[in-house]
């Protein structure tokens, strides 16, 4: 079954540096999104995005962050200035379309960037 | 705003039946979600209900609507050590993008 991948599983960084988080959604998948969840807190949504573009964020995705689809496969997030508190699980999303006639379709995740900030 | 509430930690001998509680805030929720995470692994989705149900079943698995308390829950019949893992109750609205997730319940099973 085809799976959303993402890489590295574990990234360690220093406070103040960049960070980019790679996703590769499901192929066909139209729809993409980040979500994260900070140790003992719950998933939060950061964003979504479809034909390449943002289609909704939340409060927690301010200026430091970005999102793009460089070449028809990767789905990336970018933190800019990590902060200590941007330590958490970063999770992928993707799903074909929201609707198949009237059946939802579910957004599959992948298995989650663990982000530490030193 | 949108909240989703759930116990954190369950704790059930294996055979016996399983119920993980939620409650939810938000009243125009259409969808409700549960999602299972095993150790070191990403977010399943195990079932999910819309809102103009009430009951809904899959095999093992009974899930439980009460709209007027906004009230789910997620019965697992006869469970099993595979069951063992993080169960997060989600909602959202008309299938929109955001899915708004609890905290999850870890679900324990004693032999």
């Known amino acids: 079954e085809p799976e959303v991948t993402q890489t590295p599983s574990h990234q360690v960084t220093q406070m103040g540096q960049e960070v980019i988080l790679r996703c590769v959604p499901i192929s066909n998948h139209l729809y993409f999104y980040w979500y994260r969840q900070i140790l003992g807190q719950k998933v939060e949504f950061l964003v979504s995005f479809y034909n390449n573009e943002i289609s909704e964020k939340s409060e927690i995705f301010d200026d430091q962050f970005s999102v793009e689809r460089p070449d028809g496969s990767n789905f990336t997030l970018k933190i800019r200035s990590t902060k200590l508190e941007d330590s958490a699980m970063y999770f992928c999303?993707?799903?074909?379309?929201?609707?198949?006639?009237?059946?939802?379709?579910?957004?599959?995740f992948g298995d989650g960037t663990r982000l530490s900030i030193l | 705003g949108e909240d989703v509430e759930q116990s954190l930690f369950l704790s059930v001998r294996e055979g016996d039946s399983s119920v993980i509680n939620c409650t939810y805030t938000?009243?125009?929720?259409?969808?409700l979600y549960w999602y299972k995470q095993e150790p070191g692994a990403g977010l399943q989705l195990l079932t999910y209900i819309f809102s103009n149900m009430d009951m809904k079943q899959d095999q093992r698995l009974t899930v439980l609507l009460n709209k007027k308390d906004k009230h789910l829950s997620l019965r697992i019949a006869d469970t099993q050590t595979g069951d063992s893992a993080i169960y997060f109750c989600?909602?959202?609205?008309?299938?929109?993008?955001?899915?708004?997730f609890g905290k999850g319940t870890r679900l324990h099973i004693l032999p």
């Open positions: 999303a993707s799903r074909e379309e929201i609707y198949t006639g009237n059946v939802l379709q579910p957004q599959h």
């Open positions: 938000d009243s125009s929720s259409t969808y």
């Open positions: 989600a909602e959202s609205n008309s299938g929109d993008d955001k899915i708004i």
